[in-house]
């Protein structure tokens, strides 16, 4: 089964911009949708944006939009989260995550079978 990886966390100053990169590891991304969520301490995870592997076709927060591109590298197997303008209210621990969900179900933890360990993006002059 495949296993998402992510990479790139790190402390970011506000207004700057950042990349995360999600990779696959022990199969592969075809046929998924991919999505990136985000979660702090005590809040539930939040739902940031999503991308169909096939199709290329994104959806985003309405928090990030115009602010955060979503792409997919389909010959490394890799998909990145382009952050601009990054504010405070960003920090939190960004996971990939995999599955087959149904547009109206994009936004639930619980459409998605595989995910990542997690990377922190804080923002923080």
């Known amino acids: 089964q495949v296993q998402p990886v992510e990479a790139g966390g790190g402390l970011v100053q506000p207004g700057a911009s950042h990349t995360l990169s999600c990779a696959a590891t022990?199969?592969?991304?075809?046929?998924?949708?991919l999505a990136w969520f985000r979660q702090v301490p005590g809040n539930d995870r939040e739902f940031v944006g999503a991308?169909?592997?096939?199709?290329?076709?994104?959806w985003y927060a309405d928090s990030v939009k115009g602010r955060f591109t979503i792409s997919r590298d389909r010959a490394k197997n890799t998909m990145n989260l382009q952050m601009n303008n990054l504010e405070p209210e960003d920090t939190a621990v960004y996971y990939c995550?995999?599955?087959?969900?149904?547009?109206?179900?994009?936004?639930?933890?619980?459409?998605?079978?595989?995910w990542g360990q997690g990377t922190q993006v804080t923002v923080s002059s």
């Open positions: 995550a995999v599955g087959r969900p149904i547009l109206s179900s994009l936004r639930f933890e619980t459409s998605y079978y595989y």
């Open positions: 022990g199969g592969t991304f075809s046929g998924y949708k």
């Open positions: 991308i169909g592997w096939s199709d290329g076709r994104t």
